[in-house]
């Protein structure tokens, strides 16, 4: 990468900052302030009885233990209603979709295989960002694995922020 194209990985970026953003801001919008305090309690609940569990396993000390897989299946069925939450926020996935694919096509030309027009970034292949910290040569990333990294950075960041995240707080 010449020092002319310094701008394209922070074009990605960029563009990954803003469809995270508008990604966690659906969400929040789509999921009642209801909804969000009753899976972050049950999320706190189930944390609290690893806790326990792991220290009685630790400790030995086999009275905790008991009465803690006593309330084992009060913690599957929280962590079923967790994951039926989770799923319901994938509600948004398809506009996620077609966001990125929109997104893609702008930059890259190509519409999942087919190439439609000369775009920015003139196939997948073409690498747009280095991360020098992997040993002795930088790991060089495509523009495609290199907008997967920043949406999941900013996915996380926005999710926490927007309170969510697993153990998101306000």
């Known amino acids: 990468m010449s020092v002319l194209e310094w701008w394209k990985p922070v074009v990605i970026l960029c563009i990954s900052m803003l469809l995270s953003f508008l990604v966690s801001l659906t969400n929040r919008l789509s999921t009642s302030k209801e909804k969000r305090e009753q899976l972050r309690a049950w999320n706190r609940e189930i944390s609290a009885w690893r806790s326990e569990l792991l ?3 630790r400790t030995g000390d086999k009275k905790l233990l008991k009465k803690l ?57 073409h690498f747009v960002a280095y991360l020098p910290w992997f040993g002795k040569t930088p790991l060089s990333l495509n523009i495609f694995w290199w907008y997967m990294l920043c949406s999941m950075a900013f996915g996380a960041l926005f999710q926490r922020a927007l309170g969510l995240g697993m153990e998101a707080t306000e």
């Open 55 to 57: 220290t009685a396993r």
């Open 69 to 125: 897989l006593k309330k084992e299946k009060r913690i599957k069925q929280l962590e079923s209603k967790v994951l039926s939450q989770s799923f319901r926020q994938m509600r948004v996935l398809p506009i996620t979709m077609v966001l990125f694919l929109l997104v893609w096509l702008g930059l890259t030309g190509n519409l999942l295989y087919w190439k439609i027009f000369d775009g920015l970034y003139t196939g997948s292949e």
